[in-house]
Structures are given as C-alpha cells and as structure tokens.
C-alpha cells in the first residue's frame, strides 16, 4: 500500500522539501519525485495506526500543520497514487483491487502525470517511449510537440479516446500492433499498474559535529585533541559514503557569548582527519580567537569522491592533502589572498593580475612534469621587440634559430636614463643583474595609459608602494645597449621617473 502527497502549486523556497519532511515523519521508505510529488510505502502503518482511511487522515493532518495543503491519496499501486492525487484534492482511498475502476472516468490527461514514473526507470533502461518508432512516424512534425507523453495523449484523441478507462478497454494486441511496445506500457498506467518498482532515498544526514566542553580552552594545543576527537568520525563516515570535503567551517563559542568562526574552501577534496585538523590548527595561528572556548562545532561540504587514473606518459600530481596543507601552510606565512593561483585582469595595465583560490585542474600539465610555456622575441612593428609563443617546431625554424624570452621584473627596477633630442642617451641601476650603459638603438615611445577617469581609485602616490595606483600613464621604449643587453624601460607619468620593466635574455 502506497500514499502519494501532491502540491497542485509550486511551494514557496521556505516550503521546498516540506513533503519529504513529512514523508519520513510516517515511513522511512520514501520517494521524491519532486518538491511537489512525493511516495511512500505506508504497508507497515496498519498496526500502529489503523486502516487506510486512518493513515489517510493522519497524512493530511501532518500537512495542515506545516501548513501546506496537499492532495493525499492513499492506495495499492504507486501509479493509481499518483494519477488520482493529480485529479482529486482532499483525501481520497482507493480500495485494493479497485485502481482500473477508480482512473476510467478520468481524463487521459492525466498519462501526463505519469511520465515522473516512467522516467527514472524505464527510460534510462532502454524501454523509452522515445524509442518507438512506429509510434512516432504517426505524430505529425514531433519536435514541435512539449514532449513525447503531450504527443500519445494527442493522438489517442484523435483515435476518439476521451478517458483512461477507454484506453485501458482497447485490445492489448491491437494496441501494440499500432503503438509498438509502448502501447501496452501505456494501457498499463492507464489501468492503474505499477510500471517499476518504489526506489526510496535514505534521507541524507548533515556532516556535522559539535562538542560541548567542560572546561573552557584558550590554546590551540589542547584544541587540536578536540578536533581530532570530533574530525575522525565525520570523515569515518566520508569515506564510507565514497565522499570528501572540499570545505568546511569552525564555529567557536567563546565564554563571553560570542562567536569565532572561520570557513575554508579546500583547493582538492580531502578526507583525511589529520590533514583537516592541521589546516584549521593553520587557519587560527593567523586568526586566533579572542576569548577561551566553550563549544567547537565543525560542518563539513561533502562531494563525492575523486576517481584518480593516472597517465604513463606524464608524471602524477601531488595528493590533495599535500596541495591543501601546503597551501595552507603558505596563506598563514604571507597573510590573506597573497598566495594562490594569478589570474590576469581584464584590462590593458601591464602586468595585471590578481590571486585566486589554487584548484588543480585535470588535463592540464603536472608539477614538475617540466612543460612550461616560453616565447619567442623577435622584431615588431616600428621596430619593436614583440613577443609570441612558440612551440619546440619553432625552435628548429630558421627563423628563430636560438630561443629568446622576454623576462619581466615582478617589481620594475627604478632606472636614471639621460635623455637626449627626447629619446633615451644612457641607461643606468644600482643593481647589479642590470648594469646599463649607452644606449645604441631605441624604439618607442608606445604610450598607454588607463582608468584616469576613477579619480576615487587613484590615491596619492606614497613611498611604502607603487602598487597604490589604480591608474596608469607611461610610455614604453625598447632600447639596446652598447654591451649588447636589451631592455623594456618605461617613463611612469605619475611617479615622474624611469623603471626597466624587462629584460631579453
């Protein structure tokens, strides 16, 4: 014996999954069709609560207090549940036995609302309707019909049918001659038979845990015992779901009421206690929390577990414990978003970038497997040095017989240039890697500037760091010098001084 609970409206976001609340409340075999459709098997109720018409009762009552008001069918077969709760509101029981009598004067319309049983079954099987042909060579211009089931109701009408009762009373055999196989799964449904078998879903339990303290903790040594404690159950239960964290977050509940909590997105899935608790014991050296501790609660965001097949042909990534406690260890030694992944902006300031949280990414070249990406420098337009990537057959090109590259300072080395005639004479650093000299052959100036019209963005220039500019105004010029050394050098407009910003090698 089956109940279906039915909503004839979509619920609001605060109601979604109210119905399989409700659900498990009564059976633990429950089926969610949908936020507005849900199953259940109701066969062991008789002897706590009564006959159907009482579990009936008692499933509408559950609603009313959630306050949803929901169609509640109780009867012998999943498809007569579901067909007649489409049809009738209020509560409604349909005797064993009498499904095909209750659905034939109902209107085929209501085949519509059976496709939610047929789809997780016996579609995915190899058994769809999609895969009549003989059905569908009857339906004038199929895709411009909502779907398959909108199209059978169609033509059955056209073939006079009004009611599920009348396709249920149409021989089986002539059915199938017409419709294929299809034809008597349809009858089938129409009579009230069930077409597969109840899959019920366990519902899923949080990755949650929490310990309340006996006495309060102001140190991260005696915390460490307590995260441990409470990490090596959750990820017991991890691995035996086939799953991993790919986050997690630390409540703290400090004594003097307040809260300290911090919340970490992995780079890789872990499942690994020991790991976990080293990347929170990380976290709060850089974050310790004001007061002593009375309650620490850890949640944790599954996924499901990583399938790993390795190539021969390239060396295999560093495990994803070692990637997020490396990580980790990194973030607490530079500080917050200085450590990561550099992703370039979209826009034309040179050098551009910002960090963003370090992923893996499957497919792409290991660490360490040697493969990186170099350019080729070779003569542009007006005679500036230009740039491009080239791949190994370059390099045997005559073309570009010897590779060169283009090695950028992550931070430009401030530079005296003597200017003569408005091109630059000399070039001369303090630093060693970059001695200077007389300047034999320049090519510029390239000017480009950008984002002067957010004045709000551009503070007053200081001492401490040139990166305080959100704008920029230079000109660029590629100079040789007599010693044969090559340079990108530019004039910063609003420092009013030289930088070399690159270097051929």
């Known amino acids: 014996m089956f109940a279906c609970l039915y909503l004839p409206l979509s619920p609001a976001e605060s109601d979604r999954g109210v119905l399989s609340q409700i659900a498990y409340d009564f059976s633990p075999r429950v089926e969610a069709l949908s936020d507005r459709l849900v199953l259940l098997d109701v066969s ?56 095909a009598a209750t659905l034939a004067p109902l209107s085929l319309r209501l085949l519509e609302a059976a496709e939610v049983l047929i789809r997780p079954g016996i579609r995915d099987s190899g058994f769809g309707i999609r895969g009549s042909s003989s059905f569908e060579s009857q ?18 009408k056209r073939w006079g049918l009004k009611t599920l009762g009348d396709l249920a009373a149409l021989p089986r055999v002539a059915l199938s001659e017409r419709l294929g196989q299809d034809g008597p799964l349809w009858q089938r449904i129409a009579r009230g038979e069930d077409v597969r078998p109840l899959v019920p879903v366990a519902p899923e339990a949080p990755f949650q845990a929490s310990l309340d303290l006996e006495w309060p903790i102001d140190g991260l040594e005696p915390l460490s015992f307590v995260l441990g404690r409470l990490f090596e159950p959750l990820c017991r239960r991890l691995e035996e779901d086939d799953r991993a964290a790919i986050g997690f977050a630390v409540t703290l509940d400090l004594v003097t009421r307040d809260t300290h909590q911090r919340v970490l997105s992995l780079p890789a899935a872990v499942r690994d206690a020991r790991v976990l608790r080293t990347l929170v014991l990380l976290d709060l050296e850089s974050h310790p929390p004001p007061a002593a501790i009375d309650r620490v609660t850890i949640a944790l965001e599954p996924t499901p577990g990583r399938i790993v097949q390795y190539s021969l042909l390239k060396r295999p990534l560093p495990q994803p414990e070692q990637i997020s406690t490396m990580m980790a260890r990194l973030t607490a030694l530079m500080g917050e978003n200085r450590s990561g992944s550099p992703t370039l902006l979209d826009t034309h300031r040179p050098g551009a970038f910002e960090m963003t949280p370090f992923a893996p990414v499957s497919g792409r070249c ?28 370059v390099l ?32 001369m650093t303090g630093r060693r890697i970059v001695p200077g000299g007389v300047v034999r052959a320049a090519a510029g100036p390239w000017r480009s500037s950008g984002n ?16 305080c500019f959100r704008s920029w105004d230079r000109e660029e010029w590629d100079v040789s010098l007599g010693d044969g050394a090559v340079y990108r050098i530019f004039f910063d407009r609003l420092w009013n001084g030289w930088f070399v910003e690159a270097v051929v090698d």
């Open 44 to 99: 062991g109720l008789g002897r706590l609560l009564g006959d159907a018409q009482t579990i009936a009762d008692e499933l509408r009552r559950a609603a009313a207090d959630k306050r949803v008001a929901a169609h509640v069918v109780v009867a012998g077969t999943r498809t007569a549940a579901v067909m007649v709760a489409h049809a009738r509101a209020g509560v409604t029981v349909v005797p064993p036995g009498e499904e």
């Open 366 to 393: 290991a660490v360490g497997s040697g493969q990186s990406e170099r350019w080729a420098v070779g003569s542009g337009q007006n005679g500036r040095v230009a740039t491009r990537p080239f791949s190994n057959e």
């Open 396 to 427: 045997h090109t005559a073309h570009c017989p010897l590779p060169t590259a283009l090695r950028r300072f992550r931070i430009p080395i401030p530079a005296r240039v003597q200017v003569d005639d408005g091109r630059p004479a000399r070039v």
């Open 452 to 467: 002067w019209w957010n004045t709000s963005e551009s503070p007053i220039p200081n001492a401490e760091s040139r990166q």
């Open 139 to 156: 339906i004038p211009n199929p895709q411009s019909r909502d779907s398959t089931t909108t199209a059978i109701v169609s033509l059955l």
